[in-house]
């Protein structure tokens, strides 16, 4: 049984707390993307669920057991990083053998598992070359491969794909949910890639300065952010916010533009509120709200366009190849279904009163 | 930079300096290694009249040579060889353990300490002799090998240039192996020290070449005949009276080159740590 549970798991540097009261349980072989801004304590609470740090207050458990205090190599846990870390002056043999070597493994077993980890990932030929002599993408298979060997309890990811180009780590991206699916071991992925995260992972826990802010599905928390941060962080490119007051089943601005209120509104006459949409909710309509075209960027298959409503810049994504020019005049809608509300001081989600 | 090589008169000017610096420099070791081939009553006989002849001897011998294997000159280089290769192995283990402790750990009091390291490789030699050799007294070595080598072993500047090596491998190393459930022994001598023959080199000669030429210590340590090193048997050439030139010739030269072998063996090694101021 490979579960993990972390309770209020809090950590400082000094005077600064970078992880203010974590809680979070881990089911058996399920994968859970951790994502959050730059700086927000990912890699530190990945350290210390590795064991590389230690924790200045709270709990963990991994397999059921107690491992808060205990040193990495008694944790049972293989951890890929960012770069590699693959030891230059081995081979990749010796380095996919490494941790076996040093739990005292016969060569034979060595020999097999190595083998049979470096078939999955297609290493093979590669098995007698330096580290030096490999390119990015091989690497990254290494160091997975460094760690899938051990057949741990728990497996760590911090941004394993960062360094590749982009093709590359979709590639790498298709191989790592393989290989989760073929192994069925816990894994715990640190990424910056939203996307990464949505097609990765069972669960996605945004964190933000050291919190947790919400976790769930992915498409869950892409409907339904509990917050303005999840909102805003999830989703490419992001949620747009226009600040305004509910007046009548509408969000209305400060310069009077009103904007339809969607399902939440209910209830909360006059609340002032941040409005919420995304870029590809918001469609060309009739009837509904109007902007400026600023800025037109045809992408291929869409077109984002940069609209100023109610004085803001308000970025549309559009599904087709619509001839838009800068300096028209634009009406558009969003379904009432698509349409956030956020409390305008805290962020939370507004739902509407029965 | 283009602009200069591209220019005869200045790569002239260039070439034309270096080779004068280079004469100026290997001059006066040319003069000592010829010189040291002379019969003894020709020595200094052609020095006056500054010419072809003070340079070149009008008759080679190796009587110089042959007189020094007859003393005790050999002694002195097997107790220089062994006195220098027995610190360089125990001072690598011991200064690189040092410096990785610096560079991996953190411990209270580290930046003191460590400011304790680099202040005792400032710090001029004289200044503790005294107290060191009332310390070398009181263990009961004076006149022993453990006078000469222990005193030698731990070394600031070799220590400054481990911890400096060990801390421009990214942490990344020794945490992948200490999550794979390596100590932190198993990770020093199976990863940090494999990937650290440069500097390894560079320290093993630094701690070679200080033993080899050192003087005053054994001097103050060992005046025993019996632990005479290289550099006390050669001012044993010299007294009030009449010194032995020819000797001291002879000897000296044979130091020299002794102690340039260690430095070829590991030249290339030397040179590139120097340079990139031990990174990679
Ligand atoms: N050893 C340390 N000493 C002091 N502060 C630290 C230490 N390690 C991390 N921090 C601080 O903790 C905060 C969180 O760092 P962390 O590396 O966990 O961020 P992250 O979420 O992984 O960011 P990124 O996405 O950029 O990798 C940062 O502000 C960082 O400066
Ligand atoms: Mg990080």
């Known amino acids: 049984m490979s579960t993990m549970n972390i309770e209020n798991l809090r950590k400082s540097f000094g005077e600064t707390e970078i992880l203010r ?121 290494v160091a997975t491969g460094r760690a899938i060997v051990r057949d741990p309890k728990l497996f760590l990811f911090d941004e394993p794909l960062s360094n590749l180009d982009a093709k590359l780590r979709v590639q790498m991206r298709t191989e790592i949910k393989a290989l989760h699916q073929r192994l069925g071991n816990t894994m715990i992925y640190v990424t910056h890639d939203q996307i990464e995260a949505m097609t990765l992972a069972d669960r996605i826990v945004v964190m933000h300065s050291g919190r947790i802010e919400q976790e769930g599905a992915p498409l869950d928390l892409y409907d339904r952010p509990a917050n303005a941060f999840v909102g805003g962080f999830l989703g490419s490119p992001s949620m747009n916010f226009i600040k305004g007051h509910i007046r009548g089943g509408s969000v209305v601005t400060d310069d009077g533009s009103v904007l339809p209120g969607g399902e939440a509104v209910g209830g909360h006459e006059g609340r002032t509120v941040l409005w919420g949409a995304r870029p590809e909710s918001i469609v060309p309509a009739t009837e509904g709200f109007s902007g400026m075209i600023e800025v037109v960027e045809p992408t291929g298959p869409d077109t984002q366009l940069l609209v100023r409503v109610a004085g803001q810049p308000l970025v549309v994504l559009l599904r087709s190849r619509t001839p838009a020019t800068p300096g028209e005049k634009i009406t558009m809608t969003v379904s009432p279904s698509e349409i956030h509300l956020f409390d305008a001081d805290h962020g939370s989600r507004i739902e509407a009163k029965p | 930079m283009e602009a200069q090589f591209k220019n005869p008169h200045a790569l002239m000017l260039r070439y034309g300096l270096l080779s004068i610096l280079a004469f100026i420099v290997v001059c006066p070791l040319a003069w000592l290694a010829l010189a040291s081939l002379r019969p003894q009553s020709e020595i200094f006989q052609p020095v006056s009249e500054f010419g072809w002849s003070t340079f070149f001897p009008s008759r080679l011998t190796f009587d110089n040579y042959r007189a020094l294997w007859a003393s005790d000159f050999p002694l002195a280089v097997k107790n220089s060889t062994f006195v220098a290769v027995t610190t360089v192995i125990f001072g690598i283990v011991v200064n690189a353990l040092a410096g990785f402790a610096f560079a991996a750990f953190d411990f209270r009091g580290k930046n003191l300490l460590f400011l304790l390291v680099i202040a005792s490789f400032m710090m001029p030699f004289e200044a503790i002799v005294l107290p060191l050799y009332v310390m070398i007294r ?34 990344d190393f020794y945490e992948a192996a200490r999550v794979d459930g390596a100590s932190w022994l198993y990770i020093f001598t199976r990863i940090a020290m494999p990937l650290s023959w440069p500097t390894i080199a560079t320290s093993g000669l630094m701690l070679f070449l200080s033993q080899w030429d050192s003087f005053f210590w054994p001097v103050v340590a060992a005046s025993n005949p019996d632990y005479a090193v290289v550099q006390v048997a050669i001012a044993r050439n010299i007294n009030f009276e009449q010194s032995d030139w020819g000797g001291l010739f002879a000897s000296t030269n044979l130091a020299i080159l002794l102690g340039t072998i260690p430095f070829l063996l590991v030249q290339r090694f030397y040179v590139r740590t120097l340079i990139s101021g031990g990174i990679k």
Not at chain 1, 60 to 66: N, S, Y
Not at chain 2, 152 to 171: D, H, K, T, W, Y
Request: hydrophobic residues 45%.
């Open chain 1, 21 to 141: 009261g974590i809680d979070l349980d881990v089911g058996d072989g399920e994968f859970v993307a951790l994502v959050g801004p730059s700086g927000c304590g990912k890699s530190t609470l990945l350290r210390l669920i590795a064991g590389l740090e230690v924790a200045t207050s709270g709990r963990l458990v991994i397999g059921g057991r107690d491992v808060t205090a205990l040193p990495p190599k008694e944790r049972d846990v293989a951890m890929v990083f960012q770069n590699y870390a693959l030891y230059p002056h081995m081979t990749v043999r010796s380095n996919m053998g490494f941790s076996l070597k040093l739990r005292g493994a016969e060569k034979a077993e060595i020999e097999r598992k190595v083998t049979e980890a470096a078939d999955v990932l297609g290493l093979d030929t590669l098995l007698d070359r330096y580290p030096g002599q490999l390119s990015g993408g091989q690497r990254q298979r």
């Open chain 2, 138 to 171: 009181a263990f009961g070595w004076a006149n022993s090998y453990q006078a000469l080598i222990v005193p030698e072993i731990a070394n600031g500047m070799v220590i400054f240039l481990f911890r400096q090596f060990f801390a421009s491998i990214p942490r």
